[in-house]
């Protein structure tokens, strides 16, 4: 991928821009990678890409956010896996409010197998929305992924009874949005052809039908081409993000806590699959927040279990070319 943007000569801002390209590999809300990586000499700074906000669906920002923290942390992923450690400014300048952090290299350090697998794990993570096998995930898998999460942001895995309840919000979320004839417009785009080259959810990543679970999945609006196959959702876990506020700060950091918990999980051979829409929807949202007995904000649910093990998940989701998402600033 670093191929695509000009490589600058100095090394350290070489290593800087290799790892703003392979922060792409992200995951973001229907894949709309709304970033932007800016190159200096001794530092990378994030920026909110909002041409590429969901204005509808998520108006005020909460899932870009999200978005824009699991590249972040891609960022110091890849950073660590070439020798630097990072230090990071969240929100560092209030009159640039899109300016959402500056990375300063913080090393040499040297490159740990943690340091690695975890670069590893980012190149080959993906969504898969099949429905997962009646393997439980042990506990012990579930306390390292809930642990890799450190900071602001939290996760609880959800009793039984709690996943009951968060069927419920999701299955009115969805009815909600389908009923708002912008927000299927804005899903349609997203996962039509009018969507930017390289962005969007192309078919072979979506149900070919609905799969048959408890927590309904995002109804995309059409069917894909990805074959469902046997499988439900009785033996997955559902997981909470969530944080003691609901500002933008705390979303950034929640979507850092994600890739941590995301890419510790693939480490488990654990497939992960974020749900938004009971976030979307604020009637929803507040009712997870009664999920959570009010302990928090959430912020986004995920679901573990392990992928059907004989046939293969969907192929990855294509990117933006990288001189779209990274420049470099370098004079
Ligand atoms: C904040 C956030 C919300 C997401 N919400 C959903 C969702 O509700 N349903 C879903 O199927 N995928 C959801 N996703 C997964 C994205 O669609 C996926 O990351 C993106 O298409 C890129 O594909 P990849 O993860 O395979 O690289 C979400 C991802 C993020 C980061």
Known sequence: MV??????????AATLARAAVAAGYAPSVHNTQPWHWRVESER?????????????????????LLSCGTALHHATVALAAQGWA??????????????????????????????????????????DRRPVTDEPVPVSTLAAITTAVAGAAR?????????LGLAAAASRAATVESDDPRVRDELAYWTGRGAPAGAGLPAHVVPGEPPR???????????????VGPGHDAAASYLLLF??????????????????????AVGLG???????????????RQALRQVLSGLGHP????????????????????RLRSDQVVETAIG
């Open 3 to 12: 191929e695509q943007i000009e490589v600058p000569e100095r090394p350290l």
């Open 44 to 64: 990378l700074e994030l920026f909110a890409d909002r041409t590429r906000q969901l204005s509808v669906t998520d108006p005020d920002g909460r899932l870009l």
């Open 86 to 127: 990072s230090k990071v400014t969240r929100l560092p300048d209030p009159e640039q409010p899109d300016l959402l952090a500056r990375l300063i290299p913080d090393g040499p350090i040297p490159v740990t197998s943690r340091a690695r697998r975890l670069f590893q794990a980012a190149e080959v993570r993906h969504t």
């Open 155 to 163: 996760l609880q895995v959800l009793t039984r009874d709690q996943v």
């Open 213 to 227: 679970t408890t927590v309904p999945e995002r109804d995309f609006g059409r069917p894909g081409t990805l074959p």
């Open 243 to 264: 944080g003691d506020d609901d500002e933008q700060s705390s979303w950034l950091r929640a979507g850092e806590a994600l890739s941590a918990a995301w890419l510790t």
């Open 270 to 284: 654990v497939s992960v699959l974020p749900l938004s829409e009971a976030i979307e929807v604020e009637s929803t």
């Open 299 to 318: 912020y986004l649910v995920l679901r573990v279990g392990f992928a059907d093990p004989d046939h293969a998940g969907p192929a990855h989701t294509p």
